[in-house]
């Protein structure tokens, strides 16, 4: 990873204004250590040069060869840059992380163990340069994992404890996965974006049933307690229904209201007081918290909700300097929402899943898969985790073969009826007959390629401005995808999809 990639974009120039303590990561200690919110003090600018000039005499590397290397890294650093930041006493302009990073990168990168610094000394760098915790943890990519945990532990200063304010896990749901498999780039992105404090203040997770969008919520909150992001993190959820592998409640429209989704904000921020006030009162008093207060709210399931926009919109108008992570099969339309179209996961991870599922629940069978096996449930099922659990627990009872058949052929009186229904019946109930017609159209064409609106036309008998506008609500609730390029669009459907439409649910169902 380049010092560029881990760093979010900093607006501040470097000063550090969040939190004051940083957790250290994987450590069930939980040690932390303080890094001062001011800008660069007499002392510290002492230190950074004594360091850096250790660095230099230890590296042997010339002035022009350090500055070469800092380029390399992606930070276009003059000499006269360089030397008011890390040799003149008398000048102290803010050191941004991407430059410390770069510069540790410079004094590691090929060196051997005499010639580079030190862990300690790269932490101690970054804290001098006020570099914001959740950008520490990267600088473990220039060295040894232990080397750099041990260092970590050793700067850490016991004295300072997280604020007792700090966030609470209490109300975090518990989780139907142990370990999170893959979504490496989503969780990036995503995190990403939560550390963003000016812009993208509303971020969607969007994608089909089972998919994987509540894990990867889960995920992104456990991170950013972990980095001390947030002050508060609250969780929501406006759904009741969930796929238990035996049949599923019947779906019903949330009756989630905004004033449940105050009063959750409310108390998981320890204002229980404002649970009493008047609506109008409450509104105001979350919207002071939410100012004051660097507040995560998650809300899973949205789609649930009717008029879901609207809801989301009323509390876009409280964020202040919080921030709202949204799950959702549906997509959002307003334009200040940044959103993450989650598709299954990739043929290497659901290998992965699928050998960890099966020694998960003791299934021999799985433990001596072969690889052929396994990529052919990762293809069937597209990646999508919840129909991989589902398979993996069928192969206790069936053959694979069968096992792959029951879910390719899905129908009404068939073993999976109540799957397919958790995944697509909420959705299909919104959609118009055009839609629908479009939709079981798409059954004709290659899983791979997809279509052209044109030939969705052609085969349904259409007219192509109402095919559009079809597909436009198709994809709006993630039943189709859109590929291609921005001249020529082409619309797939995942196997789930594809499945799902050639069965005669469809007709039960219209
Ligand atoms: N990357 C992953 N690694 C491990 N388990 C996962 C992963 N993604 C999803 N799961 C599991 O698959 C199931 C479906 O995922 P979930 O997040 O509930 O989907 P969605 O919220 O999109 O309906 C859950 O049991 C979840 O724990
Ligand atoms: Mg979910």
Request: charged share 25%.
């Amino acid at each position: 990873m380049s010092a560029g990639a881990v760093s979010p974009s900093i607006s501040n120039g470097g000063k550090f204004e969040n939190c004051n303590f940083l957790i250290l990561p994987n450590d069930p200690s939980a040690k932390y250590f303080a890094i001062s919110p001011l800008t660069m003090q007499k002392a510290e600018k002492e230190q950074i040069i004594q360091l850096i000039n250790s660095w230099r005499e230890r590296s042997k590397l010339s002035l022009k060869q350090i500055l070469a290397r800092i380029q390399a890294e992606g930070c276009d650093v003059t000499r006269d840059m360089f030397e008011n930041r890390f040799v003149r006493f008398d000048q102290k302009p803010d050191i941004a992380p991407e430059l410390t990073m770069a510069v540790i990168a410079a004094f590691t990168k090929g060196l051997t163990l005499n010639e580079r610094c030190m862990p300690v000394e790269a932490i101690e760098l970054a804290k001098l340069t006020h570099m914001p915790i959740n950008q520490i943890e990267a600088i473990c990519q220039f060295f040894p994992e232990s080397e750099f945990d041990k260092a970590f532990s050793l700067t850490a200063s016991p004295k300072y404890k997280p604020a007792p304010t700090g966030p609470s896990r209490v109300h975090f749901p518990s989780k139907s996965y142990h370990r999170l498999i893959g979504r490496t780039q989503e969780l990036q992105q995503l995190l990403t974006a939560l550390r963003e404090r000016k812009r993208k203040a509303v971020i969607a997770i969007v994608g089909l049933g089972g998919i994987g969008k509540t894990a990867l919520a889960q995920e992104a909150m456990d991170q950013c307690w972990c980095e001390g992001i947030f002050q508060y993190i609250v969780w929501a959820s406006a759904k009741t229904e969930r796929f238990i592998g035996k049949g599923t409640r019947k779906i019903e429209v949330s009756d989630y209201s905004f004033e449940q989704w105050l009063d959750d904000i409310a108390r998981q921020c320890k204002r229980d007081d404002f649970v009493p006030l008047s609506l109008e009162q409450k509104r105001l008093a979350v919207k002071q918290l939410l100012l004051e207060q660097r507040v995560l709210v998650v809300m899973d399931n949205l789609e649930t909700i009717p008029d879901y926009e609207a809801f989301v919109d009323q509390l876009f108008q409280l964020l202040g300097q919080s921030k709202l992570l949204i799950t959702s099969r549906h997509q959002l339309r307003l334009e200040y929402v940044f959103t993450l179209d989650l598709g299954g996961v990739d043929r290497h991870e659901g290998i992965t899943f699928l050998r960890e599922e099966g020694k998960e629940r003791g299934i021999a069978t799985m433990a001596q898969a072969k690889p052929d096996d396994l990529s052919a449930i990762h293809q069937v099922t597209g990646g999508a985790p919840l129909a991989m659990k589902l398979v993996v627990g069928q192969l206790s009872r069936l053959p694979l073969d069968n096992v792959l058949y029951n879910l390719q052929t899905a129908s009404f009186a068939g073993p999976n009826y109540d799957f397919y229904r958790f995944i697509f019946k909420y959705s299909w109930d919104m959609l118009d007959l055009e839609s629908r017609k479009t939709l079981v159209s798409m059954s004709v064409f290659d899983l791979a390629n997809g279509s052209s609106a044109q030939s969705l036309s052609e085969i349904s008998q259409i007219e192509v401005e109402v095919i559009q506008m079809a597909l436009e609500q198709l994809i709006l609730l993630s039943l189709v995808d859109i590929n291609g390029n921005l001249q020529q669009h082409r619309y797939t459907l995942h196997p789930l999809t594809h499945y799902f439409i050639l069965s005669d649910i469809v007709k039960k169902w219209s």
